[in-house]
């Protein structure tokens, strides 16, 4: 049992009120647009994202940013920080370089568009690779793209756009986005479903390509580092799949780790009204959305008839009021020992960063919550073994590095 305030074990329960003018998903549909998936077999945990109070020290390595996104460190100690509106920043010897790094392609930053996730090439060392995924088109046709750079420590080099999402939607919203090295080197790509009511794809809520097997969007792709796809066994029989899929049925990922420990994935996905999730995802795997769901409309309504079925895995956990979670984290350092192996998930609305506990097995057994006051946009830990915070703010964006509080 978790001894946590307002935590419950959720079954699967219908709910009312489909979107007007859309049908009530079905949570065991047919046919090749829903794939089959390896189901869950325990209902997740919900849980409100208030939780007991954990003390850090706080403290600020950079400020001045605006809208900051992601921060990856090279192999020299210097820091790279994605800005939203099109910049990456260099941070070296604790201090932000004031003219941004040269070479960053156009973006399109509307809404939650622009300049994305930074990801290190694993051997940095040897050829001097950077990852970027951005937003990209106009306002009426956009879609995210990974490009790759070589970055000779001033500008970046020789930039190849390396993936697109092939489907161009309307408007600003979920474009996912984050990057994710896995341990034999190859790569994961989370995308988002491409938005909200009203937008819409072929004559449909743009959604539900999310269960369309052939598109990128409300995907997890495994690709090579030169963007070339990893065709999962789990799809090799199905010639339609888009090459590279890997997972599918996510809303918006924004927040993506590798537990070393457990050997898995973790993933963090945003809900629309409530319904924001934790999830393990796997190759071939199928998490439901918009079919499943435990968010409601924003207006109101339910989603969906269900928030659970046999043919898709559950979350592991659900946070209900919403959190908006970002960046994600599992923690293997030796500067706070009692948090190896725990979660560390940051919340844009909840303006903190929230630490999961897990059991050998992988259940959350436990939620605490270190108070940030400001919008987190990721987390990462430092190569120091600190975990540090990035606050996404128009023009005050911080960089804090997280210590253990001094002695009361």
Known sequence: MLALPLVTACQARPLSGPLPGSPVL????????TADATSGTRPPLVVSPEAPREAVRQVPVVGGLEHPWSVAWLPSGELLITERPGRLRLVRNGRLDPTPIAGVPAVLARGQGGLLDVAVHPRFADNGLVYLTYAAGTEAANHTRLARARFDGRALQDLQVI?????????????????????????LLAIGDGGNPPVQLDGALIRVQAQNRASALGKILHLTDTGRPVRAAAFAGDPGALPGLWSLGHR??????????????WATEHGAQGGDELNSPRAGANFGWPVVTHSREYFGPAISAATGSPRFVDPELVWTPAIAPSGLVVYDGERMPAWRGQLFAGGLVSQAVHRLTLDAAGRVRGQHRIDIGARVRDVRQGPDGFLYVLTDAAGDGQLIRLEPAPPS
């Open 26 to 33: 079905d949570a065991n549909p047919s046919g090749a647009q």
């Open 163 to 187: 993936f697109e999402v092939p489907q161009r939607k309307a408007g600003g919203q979920h474009f996912g986005s984050r990057l994710l090295w896995l341990p034999d080197g190859t790569l």
């Open 252 to 265: 918006n990922i924004q927040g993506l780790a590798y537990d070393h420990g457990r050997g898995r994935v």
